[in-house]
């Protein structure tokens, strides 16, 4: 299942643009460079690492919780390079430890990972945000990788599911971990984003064009603070499964980079 998830409701959304429209694309970062650095957007009220943020052009908005979610993709590992740097959470990275990297579950989420080419899984829990390759899901620790067999290959096909995501609290004069109690972020109003422009003239052509095929279309600004973006978006249901059956038909149908967001 591809991934994008809700936010308010919550729901993963990447910025990426239609030739010509004025966001730039998503960034290729070696697995031997570090990272960019992590701009949050104005306007959000929420923790640091939950604010949406801009890799090279591109924003990315965490989920607000991580209840019932699943994806398949393609996991990679990273190492010495990272190894004592600050994760996005404040933590040190410890490529030793059993942590990894998303680009929109929330902090401390336990993801179980089951490595679908061997069988074999673990439990790692998110400390940081990436990976920013292009088809890539999570970014395991080099322990991580051992574990999962493939250290020597680089990358693997996996399945992560959210095992829930703590909360430390105080008992008995000692800190303990619970999981969190979240809502159903796979229902919600979805909308598939099909492009996003500088003009506006283009994107309400867009919208006409689309609404001519019987597509509920709305446009939504947005002010990156430097620069304001009408975004066309197309209607795509109430529930999460929905929308991603949306998503891939308009892939197919001249629109490769659409993906799901969440009003």
Same mark, same amino acid.
């Given at each position: !299942?591809? =991934?994008?998830?809700?936010?308010? #409701?919550?729901?993963?959304?990447?910025?990426?643009?239609?030739?010509?429209?004025?966001?730039?694309?998503?960034?290729?970062?070696?697995?031997?460079?570090?990272?960019?650095? &992590?701009?949050?957007?104005?306007? %959000?009220?929420?923790?640091?690492?939950?604010?949406?943020?801009?890799?090279?052009?591109?924003?990315?908005?965490?989920?607000?919780?991580?209840?019932?979610?699943?994806?398949?993709?393609?996991?990679?590992?990273?190492?010495?390079?990272?190894? #004592?740097?600050?994760?996005?959470?404040?933590?040190?990275?410890? !490529?030793?430890?059993?942590?990894?990297? =998303?680009?929109?579950?929330?902090?401390?989420?336990?993801?179980?990972?089951?490595?679908?080419?061997?069988?074999?899984?673990?439990?790692?829990?998110?400390?940081?945000?990436?990976?920013?390759?292009? *088809?890539? &899901?999570? @970014?395991?620790?080099?322990?991580?990788?051992?574990?999962?067999?493939?250290?020597?290959? *680089?990358?693997?096909?996996?399945? &992560?599911?959210?095992?829930?995501?703590?909360?430390?609290?105080?008992?008995? *004069?000692?800190?303990?971990?619970?999981?969190? @109690?979240?809502?159903?972020?796979?229902? #919600?109003?979805?909308?598939? %984003?099909?492009?996003?422009?500088?003009?506006?003239?283009?994107?309400?052509?867009?919208?006409?064009? !689309?609404?001519?095929?019987?597509?509920?279309?709305?446009? %939504?600004?947005?002010?990156? *603070?430097? %620069?304001?973006?009408?975004?066309?978006?197309?209607?795509?249901?109430?529930?999460?499964?929905?929308?991603?059956?949306?998503?891939?038909?308009?892939?197919?149908? #001249?629109?490769?980079?659409?993906?799901?967001?969440?009003?």
């Amino acid at each position: !299942m591809k =991934h994008l998830f809700l936010f308010g #409701g919550g729901l993963l959304i990447i910025l990426t643009a239609l030739s010509g429209c004025g966001e730039l694309k998503a960034p290729r970062v070696s697995s031997t460079e570090p990272y960019p650095p &992590i701009t949050a957007t104005k306007k %959000q009220m929420a923790p640091p690492t939950q604010k949406p943020y801009r890799i090279k052009g591109k924003t990315y908005y965490p989920i607000p919780s991580s209840e019932g979610f699943r994806e398949t993709g393609l996991a990679s590992w990273y190492g010495g390079y990272f190894h #004592g740097r600050k994760t996005s959470n404040g933590e040190t990275y410890n !490529m030793h430890g059993t942590t990894a990297a =998303h680009k929109t579950l929330p902090m401390n989420t336990f993801l179980l990972v089951e490595n679908l080419e061997n069988g074999r899984e673990m439990t790692v829990r998110v400390n940081d945000r990436g990976p920013f390759h292009k *088809g890539r &899901i999570i @970014d395991i620790s080099r322990t991580g990788a051992e574990k999962l067999g493939f250290i020597d290959k *680089g990358t693997t096909r996996v399945r &992560i599911t959210a095992l829930g995501e703590a909360a430390a609290y105080g008992e008995a *004069g000692k800190t303990v971990k619970k999981f969190k @109690d979240h809502p159903d972020f796979r229902r #919600g109003e979805f909308y598939v %984003q099909i492009g996003s422009f500088v003009d506006e003239k283009n994107a309400r052509r867009l919208r006409d064009k !689309m609404s001519t095929r019987g597509r509920i279309v709305v446009i %939504q600004k947005f002010d990156r *603070g430097d %620069q304001l973006f009408f975004r066309v978006q197309v209607k795509a249901g109430t529930t999460l499964d929905e929308a991603e059956l949306v998503e891939k038909t308009l892939n197919r149908s #001249g629109f490769p980079e659409a993906y799901v967001v969440a009003h």
